[in-house]
Every structure is written in C-alpha cells, then in structure tokens.
C-alpha cells in the first residue's frame, strides 16, 4: 500500500492507504476460488541462442493450480524431453542446452493452462522466437565513380536479423561518417549524398550492423568514391562557404532521392510511431519543410529529425491519419512529395472482464468489449473451452442459468457449485486480445481482511485515505462512522467507496479521531477500527542554496527544520544522491552543514532531507569550487617575423572560475637574464596571439592564466627566440642641461633601457650652442648618460639635442631643449629690512628689492630666516632655534607675512635672496617682539577626591604662557539636572595650583572647565567631569576616586574621521548685572573629545575675546551604552617632549588582550603612519623616542581583532628644553661628600693634634687640592629645579629664583670664587715644606689665617646677611654650601 501526498513514508505499522475506485474485489486466498494467470511472458518473445530459454506461467488458486502447455496448438509432453523442466509451484518451463544443441527447435506458439477444481485459466499465445545475426554475404564491391555535384546513394542491404539490427556508417579507420544537410543516412540504412563534393573521395564507406541480442557487430566491404571533376582542384582555396574551390559545377533542381516519386502511402498502427522520411537530391542543397494537409502538425507529438528530413510522431491516434507533404527547396526549385498516412488498431480494452463473486440465486453478468481497426470479434470460452460448443452440448439447467450474448455473458439465479473461469478473446489481423474472469458462487458472512486496530499517521492538509479492505458474499454494504457517534460518513470532505476505503479530501486537526468501519449482509456483519492523527507537516523553512566558494575557504549550507513536536525527525545530508562521509573537514550541527578547507573533490550536489515516520521533506543546494587555473600548456611559437612572433598555448582547467585573461610575460639573457618581465595580457577567449618584439633580444616566453580567483603559475617556458639587430627607436627621455659650477653645463638625460638599445656599442651624441647666437653647434660624443661642458659663461642659456646611435645606425633626434650654465653667488643683499603690524603670533615683514642681474642665477626666492631669542615671560627659557620661510616675488617693494610666531617672544631675522645653489649675502638684521597672547591650557586639570559635596581639584601651570599669567579661570555647571542652570565662575589667583570646590548640590553631577588667563583673556580650557555617585556606575564609597588622566590639549587639534567645524569666537562684554548672558554654549563631540565655546560668565569682566578652544571630556556619560562586543574608548594623552604617557579603557577581559599604539603624521592631506608600538600590558604606558615639537595622531587597536579601535586623538610633544639634572639629589652624590666630609674631618682633627704638639701641617697642601676640586665641582653643578615665586609673581622656569635674586646670586658667586681661583696657582707650582711659615701652602700673602696662625678659615664661605637671606635658589640648599659650612 503507498502513502499519499508530498512527504511519503512507509512502515509495518503506520501507513496510507492509496484507493482504486473501480479495482477488482479480491476473494481471500484461504477461500476455494478459480485459478488467476498472475504472471506470463510476452506474446512476440525472443530468446538468445546463448542463453537457456525461460517461458513465465504462474497463477493462484484455492487448491493450488496445476499446469499444462500447448504448443502450436498441440499438448506439450515436456516430461519426455530432459532439456524441459517446470519449477515447482509454478508453470513456468526451463528449457536447457548444450553445446552444439539447437534452440530454434523449440521455436513456435506456447499456451500455458492453470486448473483446479473450481475452472481453468490460459495465457495468452507466447510466439517464441530465437535471435538471428546471419553474416553479411560476401562481395567485391567495385569504386563508385560519380561526377561532382552529382547525387549518389550507397546502398546498405543488410542481413535480416531477429530483431533487425542498428544501422551506422563508418570509413576503414572507424571514424564515424560525419552526417549533415548534404550527406545523411535513411531508415533503410542507406547513404545519401544529395550532392558529391570532390573531398567526399577522401575516405571510403563501410555500413556496420550491430546486433544487440547477440552483443555482435557486422561489417560491410566497404565503398570507394572516384569523383570526376572537369577543373582541377586547389585544396588551399577550400573553405566552408565555397567548398568547390571557385571551380565552376552545374547547380541542379532538386529531386526526391526516397521516397520516389510524387505521391506515396504509409499505414501506421495506434499508439505505435510515426516516421515519415524524404530525402532530396540537388545543387545547392535542398531544405526540407513538412505540413500536413487539412490540419496542423501537433507540436506536442511531432519531433523533426535528421536535418528535417524525417517527421516524427508520438504515440499515434486515429487523429494523426492523413496526408503529410514534405517539400524540397533550393535557390533553382522546389518539388513536393504527399505521404498518406492511414492508422490501423489492434484490439485495445473498452471494458475488461472481471471475477464476479456471486451469492446462490443471484445473478450478474461478464463484459467483454473491445475496440481495434478493423473491429475485432469477440470469442467466448469456459474453463479453456469454446463457450459456444459447451452451450451446444450442455443441460438445460446450465442453459437456465447462463446465456451469452455477444460480448457479455449473463448468470441467473447461481447455483453453488457452478463455479468457472471464463476467457474473452478479442482479435483482428493486427493482433488479439485475451483476458480470464472466475465467477464464484460463494455464501459466507461479512469478514474483515486487514489489521485490526490501526494507527494511521497523516500530514495535516493532505488527501487522506482510511483502508479497510472486506469480503462477503452476497458482497455486504459498508459505512464509516466516527467516533462511534451520527450517521454514516459520506459527503462533504468524506468520500466513501466500493473496495472499503473512506477519503478525507484535506485532513485537519478536527478530523482526528476513531473511525468504524462496518460490513453488513443477510449472513451477518463485521467491523474495523481505525485511529487517525494529524501530524504537522515536516518541512524545511530554511534551506541550503547554491554557491560558489574559493579553494581551501569555507562553505556552510542552512538547512533548519520545522516539523511536528511529536514526531522525531532525522536530519541527513547527501552528496550527489549518496550518503555524505562526515570526515573530520566536513560538520553538521543541528541547522547546518559546514566545509572546512574545501577542495575540488567537495564540489557537488549537496541534499539535506529531514525525515520523520510518515513524511520527509528535502532541499538541494550544489557547491561549485572556484580554483586558480591551471597553467597553460604546450607552447608554440609560430609565423616569426623581425619584430614580432605569434605565440599559441593550450589553457589549463579553469577550476569552475571562467578563465578572464592571460599575462605573457618573458625573459632574456642578454642584459638581466633569470628575470622574468611582464610583456602584455590578452582576455581569456584567446590561446593565439601576436607579440611585439624588440630588436637584438633573445626571448622566451611563459603564460600565467587569470580568473576571479588569482593566477596559476607560470607554464613551461617556450623555445627561446631572438630578434635581429636594429637602430634604436627611442629617443634618450629627460633631457636637461644645468650648471654643476660657474663656468659649466652638465647635459644630462635618462639612458635608453635594455630592451630599447636594439644592439651592442650604444653611443649618446649631444650637440649644444649658446641660445639665440647663431653659432655652429658644438658636439660631443658618450657611452655614459651625461656630458659637461667646459668653459662657459653664468647662468648662459644654451640649445641641447641629442641622439642614440648603436652598430646597426642611429636613431631619431631629439627636439631642441633650453638647458642653462652653472649659477654663481647673489652679489647683493636685501635692503631696508623692516617689521611693522606685529601681533601675538604673526607680523609684516617689508624690504627693498635686489636687482636681479646680481642674482647670477635664476630667482628662486627672498629667503627669510628667523628665530625665537626668549620670552619674555619671567624664567621661561626656550632653546634658539633658526627658521625660515621663502617668499617668491618680482616686486620692487615686495612684503610678506610672517605667521607661526610664538606670543610674548623676542625675535631676531635677517633676510637673503637666493638662486637654486647659493645665497646671497645677509640684509640687515631686524629685532622685534610679539605681542602678549592668551595662555595654552594647563598641562593638566583632575579631580583628587570627592567626598559628598566637596571636590579636590589639582592642575598644572600651562606649558606657553603667552604672557603673564595672572589667575586662573573655574567654570563649573551641573549636567545631570532636571532643570537648566546656569554656569557659575570662580577666579583663582596665579601663584595657586589646588582649589576645593564646594559643591551646591551633592546629588548633580558637574562639568568643570579650567583655563588660565592673562591680560589678553582665558586660554585654552581643560575639561573635568565630577565622578559618579554610589548609585551610579563606577563609583565606590569607599574610595570616593574617579579614574585620573591627564591629557593634552591644544586648539588645532582636528579628530579624524569626522573633521570638527571651526567654532566661531565668543566675546564677553563687561556688564553691571549679574545675569548671566545669553551666549549659547556650542558642543561638538567626537568620542572622547570636545570643542566647547566657554559658557558665559556672571562675575564682572573686561571684554574679553575667547577662541573656540578643544576640551577632552573623560568618564562615561549618564547614559551609560551596553555594547554587545569588546569595545575601546576614552583614549587620552600625556605628552612630553620625546615621550608620552597613554591611557585607555576597553571591555575585553582583563590578562588576555593585547594591544597595538598606532602612531601617524599628516602627510600631504592623508595619515601617515610612523610607529606602531605593541603592548601586552593593561594600560596605563609609557611610549619613548618620540620626536620634540611634533604632532601626532594616535589610536589603539586591538592585536587579535584589528576592526576594534579608538577613535584617533591629536597631541603635540613638547618643545626639547636642555634637561637640568639636579646631581645634588642622586645618591651617588651625596656619598661622595659624604666621604669627602669625613675625610676633611679627620684632617682637621690630626692638624689640631699636630698644633697642640707645635708640629707642621703637611696635609694642608693635600686639604687645598680637595678645596679646588670642590670649588670646580661646584661650578659645574647644574641649579635646583624646584619651584620658587617671588612677591611680585615673577617665576623663574630655569632654576626657581626670582630675576632680582638671580642676578643677585650671580654676583655673589664671581666674588665667593676668586680666592679659590686664585689657590689655583700655587697649587700648580712647586710644594716646599718651610718651617717658618705656611704661606707656601695657600694662595700667598692674600690668605687667610686664624690668630694662631692657620689657614682652616680659608675654607669657610662668608656670606653677607643680605646676599644669605635673599638667596632662595638651589644654591642655598646645596650639600656643596653645607660641606663649606661645616668646614
């Protein structure tokens, strides 16, 4: 039984039931019954000799049937024939022989009869036949001798066989007989030449007859042609427009070659096909066209074949009778042939007896008609007899009972007991008809023939059938009942019927349930069970699709499943209908299906089917494998020319990726041999190309094929082929001439390359004259790619060509080019140098021009150097550095502007002017200063600590004053309140760097901007966020801190991407009320930068003018983003001069990332990336070897995924100041005087010992020599760092002291040395003890004694009360002060 619907399966248990309507009831095989042929050979049955012969007959019955055979009508004693035997339980006969025995002695008409006792059944007659393959006859076949353009047939006749055998030409090498318009086969088997063509002599034609019963081949002799032509032939004028050369050959109408003729016939049988053939001769060709008179031809049935000449039809009907015509055209006319077709039938069914299963004194009838052309007759027989004699020789109770009329038979009133089989036989001359129909009179009660109690599955929405097959006699009527509730089922969606069954036209959910099946007669009745489900159906929702992927990558297929949550489905993936082999490149997970490194062996049809016990559902999807192409093959060089070959390969494989071009590249031994060039490409439909060559080269030559996937490597290389010599084509390129002196020109041009020589001893021939003069030209003659000439006057335009020239000639000259002499030194200077209009950052720079014969050279520009000589902020030391700036102009009283200039400077420049090797000499030297400008931001702003309504704030002095600081600016301004506020303003004096900060409301956050001020207004500004609150992220209670980082800041600080706008200035006018004004504050934000107008005041101020100024603002916003991957953010710099601290926060998991620091530069409008610095370390870094005064973009990526990165941040290193290093804190110092002071002590000591003893002092010379060493010491030590403000607010930058102090200092220090100095001299010279005095051992008659006589006292350093309590430098603190103190 089979299952309904898309999704099929069956199983013992659960299954559909498929219905036949008007099927055969079936008795059970456990009742007597009649024997039924179930099984028999074909009517027209051939045999091979080789093998046994096996004639089919089974049949069943209730007792088991017997068999017997008629053969040619006659009974077939096969027990007295050994090679005969019956298998057992069957009839079928086996038939056996040996070598040399001869089947054809059984060929004949075999007739099998089944009997038992209730009838007998028959088969139909069997015609067995043996298969026959006799040999061609032999033959000598003679040439064929047949004028050109003349038509020719080859006649076939081959050997008649059983089956007849396939027909095909051949010549001698067994090349098939090309076949076309001109030159076909028939259905005869015969060859066809509508015309001969002269080459149709080149190979002769043999007919081959294969044999397929007996797997042999026979091969006629074969034909020759001779074809007699009147001019001779020229096979290089051959081609397929004129195949005859241009000679000239009589065209011909055309004329019917088969069928002859105008008119002809043809009869068909039904259902059978049709093939209708016309082929013509003529010259030209003729064509063939078919129609059919009366009618047209049916294109679902009809197929042309063979060029048009034959007409085929399908399946042949009594429709299809009628007159075809086929017509023959060519350019000199036109015939037609009518072919009438006539359709004849054998015997076909229009109603087929069945067994009839009959009750006692019932009745009923037998069928039997038939239809065919001529119409067939209908022959009745009982029991393998002729119904007609039984009716002559029967009772008159069979009489009673049974009477025939024609093509039925019609049973009154059965009796038990009367049970036959009955054969109808319907024939004509075309063929017959035979079929077996039981009546079985039977009286038994309903009984039930399927299982009892079924289960049946089904797919919600599909036809469904319910089986329940019964039998009874009288046949019982049957009804359908649901849940065992209401009347019969029938109508509506149900549909019942004859054999049992209950359709359900669309099953639905509500259609669940159990269904009673009930058969009722006069003898009882019987009844089924029958459960049904609904199941949801299995499907696929999302399915693989086709693709493409490259070699060795990764392709994945969906495939997800919805199904029925009751029903487990099994999901299966096969490879080209078979079961796929899930190696270890190949996984499948629940919803899909993945291909690691994939290869060309992975390319296929891939089926995902999902199964479940009743239905399935499956998808295919076909995975093409793109590859690189395999190299090209088998190159060939051909058609060699002086410059020029013609190359021809064979492509390789293209590996499913169209092949889109080719790359031929080449290689030569002559000037860099072993390296292979690229010479030209060609698209991929070509394999022949032309190359164009260079002269004097010896080349081979390889192919690199090209698809979407990449190239194949290179072919083999071809034979090496070398060009002859010639004169160069080219003409030297670059030609220029320039002085390298005063008194010369140096020609010089670029030297043709290798494969632009053309030959050996390559010469350049320069000829050169002096502009405009007239002069004869000068030349010259060099193998080199230069040539100077001597001796000329400055800067003197001179004309230049030149040519390259090589054995085999010279080649094209070049046009004339203007080259000039050597320059010599501008002889005059800029005069009246002068600076006007001079602001904080930029000035007017005038002068008088030069005359620019003194030049001696060409005017490159007024060349303007100048350099920053200090500040003159207090303190503030800069290092000296000489700029310039170029300024191109031919005016008598030119000017300029000078930018760039650091506020509050003094500055210094000269001007020159200058020609492209020299500079004249200086103009006068010109000193001006900058005006006071607003500050740089403080080098850093941040919150120490918080407590609930207080903020400890640091920062640090800016690295630029620009002027005299003169406070600091605080703008505070909540930004998490529900309500606007405005911003409040504190002022902070200058000397101040810490500030705590009351806040008004504890539970707001604030934003802070600090900047410094000077008389010019506030700087830069530095943006602070007030940290989180313990109910906010970020933030503990117990630390109260905010993550600390310090950033540098600076206004032309452009994030990218995307570029800020450029914010517009605001001014602050002075006002008597305290309401705020109304200037809007404008925020621009970038990540983590900011460019923020400062937000207007409300304490008093002067006006004051503010740049739109760049803050970074640090912390998570309010609204805090959850990211869905790892993220990077909030990068800040901390920048010195060649060195930079950097800080970030990211998500990845803490001990597992590494990072990457990207340095840039702006280079010509684009980034250029300079330093990339690997980290593996959390941050914060420090970075070294940074340049000093230089502008970087920086950003952090992630090493493992390179997409997550910071944005880029913009920060400036600061300028490289002279480092100070206070030795007076390292440890090796102190040590050092440390030791020196113990050792002094000691000397003192034994000195006093010696003295109270009246000795000399002979480690005196030894203390003076310490005390230089000191005093050199001292004068080497660098100042002390720290920071020390005087009263009036001056600071010094270099050493703390104020400008007064140093000063003051300076002067003490000149005169606290000169004794020192001056012990240097007696230190040098000769020591002599004395025992009178001790003047020899300090610095003569200047020393200093104590009363008794020594000279310790000379090491004290005196120091007047003032110089002591004014002195607040590094000196005062000095661990060199503090040994002179102590000695």
């Known amino acids: 039984m089979l299952g309904q619907g898309v999704h099929v399966a069956l199983t013992p248990v659960l299954f559909l039931l498929l219905w036949q309507e008007a099927g055969p009831i079936e008795v059970p095989l456990d009742l007597k019954q009649p024997p039924t042929i179930i099984k028999q050979s074909v009517k027209d049955y051939i045999v091979d000799p ?183 032939y020229n096979d290089t004028s051959f081609n397929a427009t004129d195949p005859y050369g241009g000679r000239r050959v009589a065209e011909s109408r055309p004329s019917f070659l088969t069928p002859s003729g105008i008119q002809s016939s043809k009869m068909v049988l039904r259902d059978q096909e049709l093939l209708l053939e016309c082929i013509a001769a003529g010259l030209p060709t003729p064509s063939i066209t078919w129609f059919k008179k009366g009618a047209e031809l049916p294109a679902k049935k009809v197929k042309f074949e063979n060029n048009n000449k034959v007409l085929r039809v399908l399946s042949v009907s009594e429709e299809d009778a009628g007159d075809y ?116 009179v039977l009286d038994l009660s309903p009984m039930m023939l399927g299982p009892k109690n ?169 995975l093409t494998v793109l590859g690189r192409p395999d190299p090209p093959m088998d190159l060939d060089l051909s058609d060699p020319a002086a410059r020029s070959v013609r190359l021809t390969w064979i492509p390789g494989n293209d590996h499913n990726s169209p092949i889109t071009g080719f790359l031929v590249q080449f290689e030569e031994d002559r000037w860099e041999p072993g390296r292979w060039q690229n010479l030209t490409s060609f698209s991929g439909d070509l394999n022949s190309v032309v190359l164009q060559l260079s002269p004097y080269v010896n080349y081979q030559f390889r192919v690199i094929a090209i698809n979407s996937v990449g190239q194949s490597d ?22 220029r001439g320039w002085g390298t002196r005063n008194d010369n020109m140096e020609i010089t041009w670029e030297p043709l390359q290798d494969l632009e020589r053309n030959g050996p001893n390559l010469q350049y021939h320069v000829w050169w004259r002096r502009k405009d003069s007239g002069e004869q030209w000068d030349s010259g003659t060099t193998p080199s790619s230069n040539y100077v000439v001597q001796n000329t006057d400055t800067y003197v335009p001179y004309e230049i060509r030149i040519q390259a020239s090589n054995e085999f000639g010279s080649g094209p000259e070049s046009n004339v080019v203007i080259g000039y002499s050597g320059e010599d030194k501008p002889t005059e200077p800029p005069r009246q140098l002068q600076v006007s209009n001079v602001d904080s950052t930029k000035a007017q720079v005038k002068w008088k021009a030069v005359n620019m014969s003194s030049i001696r050279g060409e005017f490159k520009e007024y060349r303007l150097y100048y350099s920053r000589k200090s500040s003159l902020v207090p303190g503030l030391v800069v290092k000296e550095e000489t700029k310039n700036k170029g300024f191109y102009t031919t005016a008598d009283e030119p000017s300029g502007i000078l930018t760039g200039l650091v506020p509050f400077s003094k500055y210094k420049m000269s001007m020159v002017v200058a020609n492209n090797r020299f500079e004249g000499p200086p103009s006068n030297m010109v000193e001006f200063t900058t005006r006071e400008g607003v500050p740089d931001a403080p080098k850093f702003f941040k919150i120490n600590r918080r407590t609930l309504d207080t903020l400890y704030l640091e920062w640090d002095r800016p690295l630029e004053p620009n002027g005299i600081l003169i406070g600091y600016k605080l703008e505070y301004q909540a930004v998490n309140s529900s309500r606007p506020s405005s911003p409040t303003i504190l002022t902070i004096p200058h000397n101040v760097t ?227 290093v206070d030795i007076a804190t390292q440890g090796w110092f102190i040590g050092l005087m440390c030791a020196i002071a113990l050792i002094i002590l000691i000397l003192l000591i034994v000195c006093f010992i010696k003295r109270s003893r009246g000795g000399k002092y002979p480690g005196a010379v ?77 610095d003569g008659g200047d020393g200093q004694f104590n009363e008794d006589g020594s000279f310790i006292g000379q090491y004290t350093v005196k120091k007047d009360k003032d110089e002591t309590e004014g002195n607040e430098s590094s000196e005062a603190t000095s661990p060199v002060n503090a040994i002179y103190s102590l000695a």
């Open 714 to 735: 290179p072919s083999q290389p071809s034979p090496r082929y070398k060009t002859s010599g010639a004169a160069p084509d080219a003409i030297p390129r670059g030609l």
């Open 994 to 1220: 810490k500030h705590t900060l009351r806040l008004p409301d504890r539970s707001t956050r604030y934003k802070l901007f600090l900047s410094a001020l000077t008389q010019q207004g506030s700087g830069e500004v530095f943006a602070e966020e007030s940290p989180h609150f313990s109910n906010e992220e970020g933030f503990t209670e117990e630390e109260g801190l905010v993550e600390l980082t310090n950033a540098f800041v600076f206004s032309d600080f452009t994030p990218t991407p995307p570029p800020l706008a450029t914010l517009p200035s605001t001014t602050i006018a002075a006002t008597e009320s305290s309401t705020p004004a109304t200037t809007p504050l404008t925020t621009t934000t970038t990540s983590s930068t900011t460019t923020v107008a400062p937000p207007p005041t409300t304490t008093e101020a002067p006006p004051t003018t503010t740049a739109a100024v760049l803050l970074i603002s640090r912390g998570p916003n309010l609204n805090v983003l959850v990211t869905r991957g790892p993220e990077i953010w909030n990068l800040t710099v901390d920048p010195n001069s060649v060195y930079a601290n950097v800080s970030w926060r990211h998500s990845f998991p803490a001990g597992s990332s590494a990072f990457v620091l990207e340095f840039a530069l702006d280079s010509e409008k684009t980034r250029k990336v300079v330093k990339s610095v690997p980290v593996m370390q959390q941050p914060p870094v420090t970075v070294a070897d940074l340049n000093a005064s230089t502008t970087y973009h920086l950003r952090v990526y992630s090493h493992e995924l390179n997409s997550i990165s910071s944005t880029w941040v913009i920060f400036k290193t600061k300028a490289a100041y002279i480092d100070q």
């Open 325 to 440: 015509v086929c017509t023959a055209n060519n350019n000199v006319g036109m015939i037609r042939h009518t072919i009438s077709v006539d359709v004849k039938a054998a015997p076909y069914w229009l109603d087929k007896p069945t067994n009839l299963i009959l009750a006692p004194d019932e009745g009923g009838r037998l069928v039997c008609r038939a239809n065919g052309k001529p119409k067939p007759t209908i022959q009745w027989f009982v029991d393998g007899e002729p119904l007609e004699a039984k009716i002559r020789e029967g009772s008159s109770n069979s009489v009673r009972h049974r009477e025939m009329l024609g093509d039925t038979i019609i049973f009154r009133s059965v009796e038990i007991g009367s049970s036959a089989v009955y054969q109808c036989n319907a024939s004509n001359q075309h063929g017959y008809l035979l079929a077996n129909a039981f009546v079985s």
């Open 1262 to 1338: 030894w203390v003076a020599t310490v005390r230089k060493v000191l005093v050199r010491d001292k004068k080497d030590l660098p100042l002390d760092p720290v920071d020390h403000k005087d009263q009036d607010g001056s600071f010094d930058y270099q050493n703390g002291s104020s400008v007064h102090d140093r000063d003051k200092n300076q002067n003490s220090s000149d005169e606290d040395n000169k004794p020192l100095q001056g012990s240097q001299t007696s230190l040098d010279g000769n020591v002599k003890e004395s025992d009178d005095s001790l003047v020899d051992y300090g």
């Open 454 to 622: 079924q289960l049946i599955q089904v797919i919600e929405n599909n036809r469904t059938f319910l089986d329940c097959p019964f039998f009874g006699s009288p046949l019982p009527e049957h009804r359908w009942f649901k849940n065992g509730q209401g009347s019969g089922l029938d109508g509506g969606h149900y549909r019942t019927y004859l054999n049992g069954s209950l359709e359900i036209k669309r099953t639905r959910r509500e259609d669940e349930g159990t269904y009673t099946c009930v058969a009722s007669n006069m003898l009882g009745k019987a009844e089924n069970q029958v459960h049904l489900e609904v199941k949801e159906p299995t499907r696929i929702v999302q399915a693989p699709v086709h693709q493409s992927a490259v070699r060795g990558t990764t392709a994945r297929f969906d495939c997800k499943v919805n199904s029925d949550p009751t029903l487990p489905v099994t999901v299966t993936w096969t490879k080209d209908d078979k079961p796929l082999d899930l190696r270890w490149r190949l996984k499948k997970d629940k919803d899909s299906l993945t291909i690691s490194n994939i290869n060309e062996g992975d390319a296929g049809t891939y089926t995902c089917m999902a199964k479940s016990a009743i239905d399935q559902d499956s998808v295919s999807a076909r």
């Open 50 to 232: 080789r093998d046994n012969i096996i004639i089919e007959c089974e049949a069943k019955g209730n007792p088991t049937p017997t068999f017997l055979w008629r053969k040619n009508g006659k009974f077939f004693n096969f027990g007295n024939d050994p090679r005969v035997t019956m298998q057992k339980h069957s009839g079928t006969l086996k038939i056996g022989f040996r070598p040399g025995e001869r089947p054809e002695d059984y060929e004949g008409e075999y007739q099998c009869f089944a009997s038992n006792d209730h009838g007998v059944a028959m088969s139909n007659k069997i015609l067995l036949r043996v298969s026959k393959a006799p040999l061609w006859p032999k033959e000598i076949l003679e040439p064929r001798v047949v004028t050109e353009g003349s038509p020719l047939i080859l006649p076939c006749n081959p050997p008649p066989g059983l089956p007849p055998p396939q027909i095909f030409w051949m010549d001698s090498n067994m090349n098939p007989i090309p076949q076309n318009e001109r030159v076909s086969m028939g259905q005869n088997g015969d060859l066809y030449f509508s015309n001969v063509h002269l080459q149709d002599a080149e190979r002769d034609y043999s007919c081959n007859a294969r044999f397929n019963f007996t797997h042999t081949i026979q091969q006629k002799n074969p034909f020759s042609l001779r074809v007699q032509t009147t001019e001779p």
